[in-house]
């Protein structure tokens, strides 16, 4: 077992931060809340090297974090995490940096046949034969004190992390997959993936209507809530809930009376600064060319025209992710398999890379007639024609 500290102080992080510079990787972890503000509540940092392991109170008043900034800016040091995307979202907002360079045992362990995006108790159960008590999972984690067992738990997500880490490395060199992960890192280590412009934020509601003045509307909606959340450090949804939003475009307000009888909305509100401001976003969306509408995708999009050939290809690629031992979801997409069956050019992950060599050069070879699938027992067998 590895010693374990609990530091609050900068000086202590300093030199603890200095050892960890040694490391050639760390197993990394954060504890957030985010229930009641727009940006995650940052207040525990765990990392665990080869000797020791710390927890840091983010939430202490003597405590500066630059010192693991720049340790997860030192590049010949792996940070080692697991399901990254919110981790490193904590770490943008931080310094508008991305720790590098990162690997995620998730990913990793979806190349090497544990499953589609597993969870971490799973894992470790799986890898060193853990149970992890679960039982703070669902701590107040702004909360102080933390008891020890809150720490402890929260501890356990970077000390088994490292075996994880290891021994995935070690299958990933066996079976020579190791390239495999690069094109899924770039994902999570691209910055625009934490920072969304306000006009493209609209595409996270689901949306019905393509009317070029309501699609307007949303999206200029959406950009003022969202810069009215992030001021006040607040949920979107505490502003203005996804539904009533859509409510208002759709009834394209332009009187508090109006805006009033949007389902949820007061005249109390209506009247008040939020609801001028909405209407000020309405009157100012209506003076927008129907040209300048953003186009929402797939609305009028066709079920697929061959749904039979999509079936087979689905039975292929079960097939394929059996036989490389990889998760299905890694290797393609229902998507692209309808876009595989309507073209053999098209430009879909599955048919470049290690995919193709996986399973897109076969799914072409099935689309055409060269290969045939049977049943052999409880598996699938390919057949060369």
């Known amino acids: 077992m590895l010693p374990m500290t609990l530091i609050t102080e900068t000086s202590k992080l300093i030199d603890a931060c200095e050892r960890f510079s040694r490391d050639s990787f760390l197993a990394i972890d954060t504890e957030f809340m985010r229930e009641r503000t727009y940006y995650p509540q940052l207040c525990l940092i765990q990392i665990a090297g080869k000797d020791e392991a710390v927890t840091v109170d983010a939430l202490a008043t003597e405590i500066n974090l630059n010192p693991i900034l720049d340790l997860m800016a030192n590049h010949k040091i792996i940070k080692v995490f697991h ?26 362990a979806m190349v090497c046949g544990y499953g589609e995006s597993v969870g971490y108790d799973k894992l470790v159960r799986q890898i ?29 997500d970077v000390t088994h992390l490292r075996t994880v880490y290891e021994s995935l490395l070690n299958q990933l060199e066996k079976n020579g997959r190791i390239n495999w992960l690069n094109e899924e890192f770039q994902n999570v280590l691209n910055p625009k993936t934490y920072d969304i412009p306000l006009d493209q934020i609209w595409k996270r509601l689901k949306i019905k209507s393509g009317r070029p003045k309501f699609l307007i509307l949303v999206r200029e909606l959406c950009a003022f809530r969202e ?15 996804d539904d009533v939003l859509l409510d208002i475009a759709a009834r394209s307000p332009t009187s508090s009376l109006d805006l009033a009888k949007v389902r949820s909305l007061s005249t109390q509100f209506a009247e008040g600064r939020l609801g001028k401001s909405i209407l000020r976003v309405v009157a100012e969306a209506s003076n927008i060319p129907e040209s ?58 599955a048919l470049n890379g290690w995919r193709k060599d996986v399973f897109g050069d076969d799914a072409l070879l099935l689309k055409s007639g060269k290969i045939a699938l049977s049943a052999a027992g409880d598996r699938i067998k390919v057949i060369r024609i």
């Open 227 to 241: 810069k009215e959340a992030q001021s006040r450090n607040i949920p979107r949804n505490r502003v203005i809930r």
């Open 292 to 349: 300048d509408a953003p186009q929402l995708e797939n609305l009028n999009k066709t079920k697929p025209q061959k749904p039979a050939l999509i079936e087979l290809l689905k039975v292929l690629l079960k097939h394929k992710s059996e036989d490389n031992n990889v998760a299905q979801k890694l290797i393609a997409s229902t998507a692209d398999l309808e876009a595989i069956a309507e073209n053999d050019n098209a430009n879909v992950l």
């Open 83 to 108: 399901a990254c995307r919110q981790d490193m979202e904590i770490f943008f907002n931080l310094n508008r940096r991305i720790p590098f360079p990162v690997f995620d045992t998730q990913i990793g």
């Open 128 to 156: 060193t034969g853990v149970q992890i008590d679960k039982s703070s999972r669902f701590t107040d984690w702004s909360h102080r004190p933390l008891s020890k067992q809150q720490l402890n738990y929260a501890l356990s």
